[in-house]
C-alpha cells in the first residue's frame, strides 16, 4: 500500500509543536518502507514555510531539512493534469488549491492513504483516503499499512 505525507507529518517529525506527535510521527515514518511512501512537492515547499516561519530555523537549515525528506522518500512533482484535478477538487469540495493539489498528486501517485492532520479524516477522492494518524481509534487503512510493515 502506498501513502503521501502531508506537510504537518513531516512538521511534526522535524519537532515543531508537539514533542508526543513529533515521537508518534518518527516512529511512523521509520516503520515505512522507502518505496511505499512519497512526498507530493508541494509538501516540501509548504514545510519549508513552516521551518522558518514557524521554527524560527535559518533558510539553510530548512533547505537542509528539505533535502533529508527528499532522500528519505520520493518526492512526486505537480503535473498540469494534477492541477487541473486539484481545481476541480477545490471547486467541488471547498478545499485549498494546495491541499486540493497534495491530493491530487497523491491520487496520481497511486497512493491509497495521505496522512494528514489538516484534511477531513476519512475523507476519500478517488483512491485515497485521508487518515489522521493520531485519531482514536486509527483508520482501518491505516492498521492495516502499520500491520504490514510490523508497526
Known amino acids: 500500500m ?3 505525507l502531508d ?9 515543531v509543536n508537539d514533542i508526543e506527535k513529533r515521537d508518534a510521527v518518527l516512529k511512523l515514518v521509520r516503520s515505512l518502507p522507502q518505496e511505499a511512501a512519497i512526498i507530493p512537492v508541494q509538501v516540501l515547499g509548504e514545510l519549508f514555510n513552516v521551518l522558518t516561519r ?11 531539512a528539505l533535502l533529508s525528506w527528499r532522500d528519505t522518500f520520493p518526492v512526486v512533482e505537480t503535473t498540469p ?4 484535478a486539484a481545481a476541480d477538487l477545490a471547486t467541488d469540495h471547498q478545499l485549498g488549491i494546495r491541499d486540493a493539489a ?4 497523491s491520487s496520481q501517485a497511486g497512493c491509497r ?7 477531513q479524516d476519512g475523507f476519500t477522492w478517488g483512491s485515497v483516503t485521508v487518515v489522521n494518524p ?6 482501518a487503512l491505516l492498521e492495516s499499512l502499520l500491520g504490514e510493515n510490523g508497526a
Open 134 to 139: 493520531f485519531a482514536a481509534p486509527h483508520h
Open 2 to 4: 502506498k501513502v503521501a
Open 54 to 64: 514557524k521554527a524560527g530555523r535559518s533558510r539553510a537549515e530548512a533547505r537542509e
Open 7 to 15: 506537510t504537518n507529518i513531516l512538521a511534526y517529525a522535524e519537532g
Open 102 to 105: 497534495v491530493l491530487a498528486v
Open 113 to 119: 492513504l495521505l496522512l494528514s492532520e489538516d484534511l
Open 81 to 84: 493534469e494534477g492541477m487541473l
